[in-house]
């Protein structure tokens, strides 16, 4: 399939950041028109988490993808849609800190006041050791953070193609250690983390699997 350079850039790619928009957007509309659950910031902690992980295996996807369908420039939405699980994940852990945390504080010095910042901090951190399945995701969002970082052409640049790529080795781990800390929140159903880490896991087997055919095949020739 051969679509121009121009069509991919002025046109596919602004359509998938406008479609990556969607979930953001309809939270932000539920929200102000009352259209979540009786439990809005659990709904919010949830969507934004479910679709860190949507995100994370869209990006895993990519390089299968283009390995069975041979379009090569899909490869160039690769760092959108990780880009996308980093903000989702952000958003996901924000909310967190807000609607878990900052809402149970008391305020002896008013809301603007640096004994806030301070509470929040030691909140946050004490949770973050107290409580495994979100040591797990805190973990998870901590490998995103050096992905994120990196992913701009001078940081490719500086950091050398090697190195670059043992940074982003990371990709692999994030989603592992997400689907760990989804599995171990839900109380009783786990049909759904369950078919995250089927995805996540096939993922990962085509990669082992082609550089596996590819480390043999040099060698037979
Ligand atoms: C890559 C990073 C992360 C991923 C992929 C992720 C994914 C998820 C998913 C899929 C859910 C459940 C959604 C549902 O039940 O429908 C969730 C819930 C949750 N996550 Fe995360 N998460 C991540 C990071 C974090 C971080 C950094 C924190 C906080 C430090 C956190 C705290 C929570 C909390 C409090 C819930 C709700 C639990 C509940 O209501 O029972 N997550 N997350």
């Not at 992905?147 to 640049?157: D, E, F, K």
Request: charged share 15%; hydrophobic share 50%; with cysteine.
């Amino acid at each position: 399939m051969r679509i121009p350079d121009r069509v991919v850039r002025f046109v596919l790619k602004p359509c998938v950041f406008v479609a990556s928009l969607g979930p953001v957007s309809w939270l932000v509309w539920a929200a102000l028109t009352g259209n979540l659950s009786p439990n809005p910031l659990s709904d919010l902690t949830n969507e934004t988490g479910v679709w860190t992980l949507r995100f994370l295996c869209i990006t895993l996807a990519i390089t299968p993808l283009r390995r069975l369908t041979g379009w090569n420039p899909i490869i160039r939405f690769r760092r959108m849609t990780g880009l996308f699980a980093f903000f989702y994940g952000t958003l996901h852990f924000l909310t967190y800190v807000i609607a878990d945390r900052f809402a149970g504080l008391d305020f002896p010095n008013g809301i603007v006041a640096w004994t806030t910042v301070q509470n929040l901090a030691k909140s946050v951190g004490e949770d973050i050791y107290k409580r495994p399945f979100i040591t797990v995701g805190f973990t998870a969002w901590t490998t995103m953070v050096p992905l994120a970082a990196t992913s701009t052409a001078g940081m490719i640049r500086r950091l050398g193609g090697k190195r670059w790529n043992q940074v982003h080795r990371l990709v692999y781990a994030t989603p592992c250690i997400g689907v760990l800390h989804y599995w171990w929140l839900v109380k009783a159903d786990v049909r759904r983390p369950i078919i995250y880490g089927i995805v996540v896991a096939s993922l990962l087997a085509f990669r082992l699997y082609r550089a596996r055919r590819v480390a043999v095949v040099p060698a037979r020739a």
